[in-house]
């Protein structure tokens, strides 16, 4: 059946108003042409869909019939119009972004916080490592990504968004533990637990202690924030990380930051993403809410 929209439109007013003066006037157009519409209109059904009965105008068998369906196509066309405004305004879609693990501690909360400003978007969260990070960037298969060291070999849009200030921490027995203004070279002699070699933190960490000429023995390499946390309370040495990931253990005392000149070092997060991308609408909204918001969604000890 080969109708269109317009003629579904102008007998959707005829048949409402039964009256071909009436619905010339709500749609602005002269009578002929709206009787031309239906007339089109009944060539394309093959039926009739009025009849005239002395002065008045009335709905056959087969116009009621199509009253109903032209209802429902016009709804469901409204509809789509209405969720293709709302993908434009960014109020409904997808959001697929990568983490690295640090950032985990407050992507959630961020994710959180713009899932109850847009109910209707729906979140992949994919919480890996850098060198997972780097391929996902490469590949630009992720919609934005959350890092503290974008590469400087890749043509990226970087937007940095908040501090993260990486911090030497002790268990709270440590002989160092309540020393204040400790110089560097206080820690030249102390065993450092350290995070695998692809690790933001741990380049950033290197780079520091390499600016300065310092040396400090990296006997132990460990994989993720989480277990260097725990190496560092079970006593095995120092660990330097993101103040982001610390919350838990410095309300409950199980760690404590050492007071270290020259610390915290000092980084940001960003988001970032290929330079050419095409952002969607709702990629577009999460980057604004979180370059506007992340402060009041993100707390972190004060240093
Ligand atoms: P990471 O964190 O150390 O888990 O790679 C990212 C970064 O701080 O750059």
Request: hydrophobic fraction near 30%; charge should be positive; glycine fraction near 0%.
């Given at each position: 059946m080969n109708v269109t929209f317009r003629q579904l439109k102008v007998f959707e007013a005829v048949a409402r108003h039964l009256s071909f003066t009436r619905a010339a006037q709500e749609l602005h157009l002269t009578q002929p042409a709206v009787s031309m519409q239906i007339k089109q209109f009944e060539e394309a059904t093959g039926l009739p869909m009025f009849e005239q009965v002395g002065k008045k105008i009335f709905l056959t068998q087969a116009g009621k019939e199509m009253l109903h369906y032209s209802r429902n196509i016009r709804s469901e066309l409204n509809e789509a119009e209405e969720v293709l405004e709302q993908l434009k305004g960014g109020q409904r879609g997808h959001l697929d972004i990568a983490v690295p693990t640090t950032a985990n501690y407050f992507a959630t909360r961020l994710l959180a916080a713009f899932a109850r400003k847009f109910p209707d978007v729906t979140f992949s969260l994919d919480v890996t490592n850098r060198a997972s990070l780097l391929l996902q960037l490469e590949q630009n298969e992720k919609d934005m990504v959350i890092m503290g060291l974008p590469p400087t070999e890749m043509n990226l849009e970087t937007h940095m968004f908040m501090e993260n200030p990486l911090v030497v921490i002790a268990s709270?027995?440590?002989?160092?533990?309540?020393?204040?203004?400790?110089?560097?070279s206080d820690l030249a002699n102390e065993s450092f637990v350290v995070r695998e070699r692809t690790s933001g933190t741990r380049i950033a960490m290197q780079r520091f202690f390499s600016e300065r000429g310092i040396e400090f023995k990296t006997s132990i390499e460990m994989t993720g924030n989480e277990v260097i946390k725990q190496s560092v309370q079970a006593e095995i040495g120092l660990g330097i990380v993101?103040?982001?990931?610390l919350e838990l253990e410095l309300e409950t005392g199980r760690l404590v930051i050492l007071d270290v000149k020259q610390f915290p070092i000092l980084r940001h997060w960003y988001l970032v993403h290929r330079h050419a991308k095409r952002l969607s609408p709702v990629a577009e909204a999460f980057r604004e809410f979180v370059m506007e918001n992340a402060d009041k969604f993100i707390t972190r000890p004060e240093l």
């Open positions: 709270p027995n440590h002989p160092l533990a309540n020393q204040k203004r400790l110089e560097l993101s103040v982001h990931t």
